[in-house]
């Protein structure tokens, strides 16, 4: 069965250091790939996709980067955080199945920027 | 506007009560309808998948899709303090997960 990890579960970072928050996917080859934000009592905001090694697409602006170095590994980084970057990260994946995607998250990641 | 709107809360109901828990949309686009369960600080994890208009049942969830109305609910019969938790809906029209939009999410707490 597929499995989703993602790490580390929380952290505490300033104002203007660097961030990396690191997802890993098993069981399944190829997967899209997505990096979501969740802000209280707001909906889930895509922040980037990815369909295979080093394609990315970032689906707003920020300060916030994404990588994927191999296929089953997904990396959002920032090289300054601004407190406004503080939220809840979720890392997912997605599966084609008959009719459409469903899409899977990892357990997220709070960050605190202080 | 929102393109889908789902009441916050927080709702509180006695154990074994029957919940509702409901969306709106307004891009009649929209095909694919999934509910999402989120317990405190975990996350999203999937409870029912359904496509176009129709009623979809998995034990005590059962899922219902108005598109005439623009209106999806998840029903939760026979409600376990383990269902306390924000429920989520999300829609996609094309079944590309990359197009999903997610409502904001309802806080349900089961009182034992």
């Known amino acids: 069965s597929q499995t989703i990890h993602q790490w580390p579960a929380t952290l505490v970072q300033p104002v203007g250091s660097p961030l990396s928050l690191e997802c890993t996917v098993e069981g399944t080859s190829n997967p899209n790939l997505y990096w979501y934000r969740q802000a209280a009592g707001r909906g889930l905001q895509l922040l980037f996709y990815?369909?295979?090694?080093?394609?990315i697409s970032s689906e707003v602006p920020q300060n916030l980067s994404a990588s994927r170095p191999q296929d089953r590994q997904f990396i959002l980084s920032s090289k300054k955080l601004l407190l406004s970057d503080s939220g809840f990260y979720l890392c997912?994946?997605?599966?084609?199945?008959?009719?459409?995607?469903?899409?899977?998250f990892g357990e997220g990641s709070w960050l605190t920027v202080v | 506007q929102k393109e889908v709107e789902q009441d916050p809360g927080p709702l509180s109901v006695p154990e074994g009560a029957i919940v509702s828990l409901n969306c709106t949309y307004s891009n009649s686009a929209f095909q694919y309808f999934m509910w999402y369960r989120q317990y405190s600080r975990k996350g999203p994890e999937l409870l029912m998948y359904t496509y176009s208009s129709g009623n979809k049942e998995d034990g005590r969830f059962t899922a219902q899709v108005d598109k005439s109305s623009k209106y999806i609910s998840l029903f939760i019969r026979d409600s376990q303090p383990s269902d306390s938790a924000t429920y989520l809906c999300?829609?996609?029209?094309?079944?590309?997960?990359?197009?999903?939009?997610f409502g904001s999410g309802t806080q349900l707490t089961v009182l034992p």
């Open positions: 990815s369909i295979g090694i080093d394609q």
């Open positions: 997912a994946w997605s599966v084609t199945r008959s009719g459409g995607n469903t899409i899977y």
């Open positions: 999300a829609m996609t029209p094309s079944g590309s997960a990359r197009q999903l939009t």
